[in-house]
């Protein structure tokens, strides 16, 4: 690392990185990355924004005026990178139909072992496999505004009034071209 900032030496710098991809990083946490590794991320990201010499001092050249810009800096830096680094390397939803996008999902979402008991022995009720067919499907032939209010009335958060009576009929027209199919 190779970054020279006029009145602060290496040694603070380093410690400015460190506490605000401390404070920065485990904002970020997603899929199977600890919140240690997402701090080590951002303090890679800092590390790249600072060698690149995007980082000038300002007006207030006092060492004390340039770690307090330093900080700001950093933080504004280290939260867009690690915005872009989450979009990157966690599903995108753009795409419904891509592999990469639904493989990179999985890898980041891993099935809990509660989830998976049937193939370990425990088989769940017959009903709750209905079930679990039946949302399956609706949530299939939802678009993906649908299928985020769905989800939320599902976990008991409330959405406007007027969605939600869309997103009703909207469900029982599926489950009427359904009962019209058998």
């Known amino acids: 690392m190779h970054i020279e900032i006029e009145g602060i030496s290496d040694a603070e710098i380093t410690q400015i990185i460190v506490s605000v991809a401390n404070k920065v990083g485990p904002k970020y946490?997603?899929?199977?990355?600890?919140?240690?590794?997402?701090?080590?991320?951002?303090?890679?990201?800092?590390?790249?924004?600072?060698?690149?010499g995007k980082f000038t001092p300002g007006k207030d050249r006092s060492p004390d005026g340039t770690k307090k810009r330093l900080r700001a800096f950093l933080s504004v830096c280290m939260n867009n990178r690690m915005r872009n680094y989450v979009r990157n390397n966690s599903c995108r939803y753009s795409s419904e139909n891509n592999k990469y996008n639904t493989s990179k999902y999985n890898l980041m979402h891993p099935v809990r072992v509660g989830d998976a008991t049937h193939f370990f022995g425990d088989c769940p009720r017959p009903n709750e496999v209905e079930s679990a067919e039946v949302i399956r499907y609706i949530r299939s032939k939802l678009t993906v505004d649908q299928v985020k209010d769905f989800v939320r009335?599902?976990?008991?958060?409330?959405?406007?009034?007027?969605?939600?009576a869309l997103l009703i009929e909207t469900v029982k027209e599926i489950l009427n071209e359904t009962q019209a199919e058998d």
């Open 153 to 164: 009335i599902q976990n008991g958060v409330s959405i406007p009034a007027g969605r939600k």
């Open 29 to 52: 946490r997603f899929g199977y990355h600890s919140i240690e590794d997402m701090a080590a991320q951002a303090v890679l990201e800092g590390i790249k924004v600072l060698e690149a």
